[in-house]
């Protein structure tokens, strides 16, 4: 068991989930404060295990025989059963209900501080682990009955969420928390992941508002005013506002502070912009632009696939064929996973008639991401092409699914 003295456990106590993102524990230097973390993640494991131990003990020797204590020593082993759980807790307000447990007296428990729970919750976190941070947050908030004044909880188990992109119980967790306390330590990083997450579910109006509070809030933050002005940029893209977005992307480009990352995804989304939106100017002077943008990108971060595979495509939109095949190879080597470049490279061979190098490319592609809907349809156009009309069928029923999926996520 780790020795901790009681200096040691004092700093690793102060530490909660409003350091997350500020506290790299990946840096070297952070590598003595990543120790104590997890040796007081194991103090307290040890704390924890030692008291269900005690409490075993003593219902044995029937100091604790009543039915409660049975109930509450058995969900103390993080064995989660919603059978037990009341549904009609007024916490449903998170939509978490099936995670929250009767409130009430919690005999069998006593010799366990209930914050113990929340601290290891915070603990994980900061180690971006986050299964464990979920699972101590979740105990956490069955056994406090007030869990809401706990805003540091909040925001933790909302950030959990968010990095598990279960976006509606962040979205509720992190709007509850504002209202709460509008002027929270991390208020501008909760604006800033409330902006990206309404963005995705198309909530244009609210996701700017957000952006733009996350931008106007000057404490200390974990990304750049810039940042946060190419996302709102990328909000324009989103919305078909392109002038407005190649407007931000390139006022964002001359600034002097901007990073070479933060250059490379401008010029890819310039690039990409170019090739795909009529109003930006004629069509050969759009493609040149969008070649031209898109090397820039590459240039500025050579290991990114994506713009190496956005650039084979638009080789291959003014048919040359060797450069395409080029940037894709390139994009493979760098991001071996993607489908979308391995969908591209088949619609490539199919078009050159090489139907067998097609086919090995879009079976890569489906391999690789069983519900890309693109690759479904050109691998059952290849087999319908050969006359393998059994093939094609079961191909385009897959591309169905995948489409009454996507309609079934949107309502």
Known sequence: MFQISNDELLTAMELDSRYYGFLDLSDPRNAEINDLIQQTITALQDEIASSHSSNIVKQRDGKHGNSKSNILVKDEHIKENSGQMESDNKDIKFGLANEIAPKGNHQGIEEVDINTYCKLGHLHLLRSEYYEALSAYQKYMRLCEKYWNNHAFIYGLGIVYFEFRCFKWSIKLFQELLYLNPHFTCANEVHLRLGLMLKVNGDFRSALKH????????????????????????????????????????????????????????????????????????????????????????????????????????????????????????????????????????VLYQQQNQPTDALQAYICAVQLDKEHRSAWTNLGILYESCGQLRDAYACYLNAVKQISKQYKWIN
């Open 211 to 346: 952006l733009q509070l996350a931008l106007a809030d000057s404490s200390p933050s974990t990304f750049t005013d810039l940042q946060v002005k190419f996302q709102i940029a990328h909000l324009y893209e989103v919305q078909n506002k392109h002038k407005a977005a190649k407007e931000s992307y390139e006022f964002i480009l001359n600034d002097r502070n901007v990073s070479l990352d933060l250059k490379a995804d401008i010029y890819r989304q310039l690039g990409w912009m170019y090739h795909c939106v009529e109003c930006l100017g004629e069509k050969k002077e759009r493609e040149s632009n969008a070649l031209r943008f898109l090397q820039k990108s590459i240039e500025a971060d050579p290991k990114c696939g994506q713009s190496l595979y956005l650039l084979g495509r638009c080789y291959a939109g003014v048919n040359k064929v060797h450069d395409a095949f080029l940037a894709y190879r390139n994009s493979v080597e760098k991001s071996e996973g993607n489908a979308d470049t391995w969908c591209s490279i088949g």
